[in-house]
């Protein structure tokens, strides 16, 4: 009885162990994933103030390398909110209306294309155009889905 007692104890306290591990670990990766994706949305930033003022200059080599690494950077911070990992300044819509998340990220990606396209043609005009088609989409974006 003793012996049976001793160990349904340890069996039960071994799993509590491993339990509270778990959520310790999952906390963790949510944390991570939240600050991967503040990082990613400051580098988002960056690169797009200092395309701001090279967007009429003419200097096609120079915007292209800083429109490439924007398309990158967008395109990793879609992969970024994954089922449970609701924190940051990140709305929990995103996680209720998906549909309307990707689609605000599809437009935002098609429009650093666009940018691309105009780098490609050399076209100062409608690189003008689609960088602010571009920039309209931080703040559709953000004024839905950031807290
Ligand atoms: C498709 C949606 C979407 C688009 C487009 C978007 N953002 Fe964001 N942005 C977010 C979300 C969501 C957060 C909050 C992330 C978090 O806290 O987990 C965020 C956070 C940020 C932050 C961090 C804010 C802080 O307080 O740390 C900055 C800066 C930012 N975005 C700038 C931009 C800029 C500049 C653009 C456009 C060039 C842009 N974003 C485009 C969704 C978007």
Known sequence: MIFKILLSSLFLSFFAHAHAHEINMEDKNVEQIVKQRMSIMSKIKAYSQKMYPLTMSGEFEEIKQLNDELLHSAKEFKLLFPEGSQGGKASSLIWEDRETFELFHNNFISSIEDIGESINNEDSVSLVENFNI????????HKKFKN
């Open 134 to 141: 571009m920039s309209s989409n931080c703040g559709t974006c």
